[in-house]
Nanobody, 119 residues
Framework: VQLQASGGGLVQAGGSLRLSCVASGSIFSINAMGWYRQAPGKQRELVAI??????NYADSVMGRFTISRDNAANTVYLQMNNLRPEDTAVYLCNAAVRRTAWSPQTNYWGQGTLVTVSS
């Protein structure tokens, strides 16, 4: 299973970006899909996660970021509005995948995409 993230870049404060992450390979089902971020010198933190039952966001992005998914395309999106310099980080996608009906659920990570917000 591979996760390919895209959509990062350089944006001014107040601007917007949309991240995408596509899961491919031997996939039977995907439970949770999410976005994490890691800034230089800081620990990785959860940004947003989406499951069949709903979504959850970090307090710092609530009201500015929106996570969504296209189950048919095994894709998760992160719409980021009103970006702030403190949002600068490498954004990584994560998916909890079953490769077959009998496989255990396994977490897979994408390679990350860099988001830089200038002030």
């Amino acid at each position: 299973v591979q996760l390919q993230a895209s959509g990062g870049g350089l944006v001014q404060a107040g601007g917007s970006l949309r991240l995408s992450c596509v899961a491919s390979g031997s996939i039977f089902s995907i439970n949770a899909m999410g976005w994490y971020r890691q800034a230089p010198g800081k620990q990785r933190e959860l940004v947003a996660i989406i499951l069949s039952g709903g979504t959850n966001y970090a307090d710092s992005v609530m009201g500015r970021f929106t996570i969504s998914r296209d189950n048919a395309a095994n894709t998760v999106y992160l719409q980021m509005n009103n970006l702030r310099p403190e949002d600068t980080a490498v954004y990584l996608c994560n998916a909890a995948v079953r490769r077959t009906a009998w496989s255990p659920q396994t977490n897979y990570w994408g390679q990350g995409t860099l988001v830089t917000v200038s002030s």
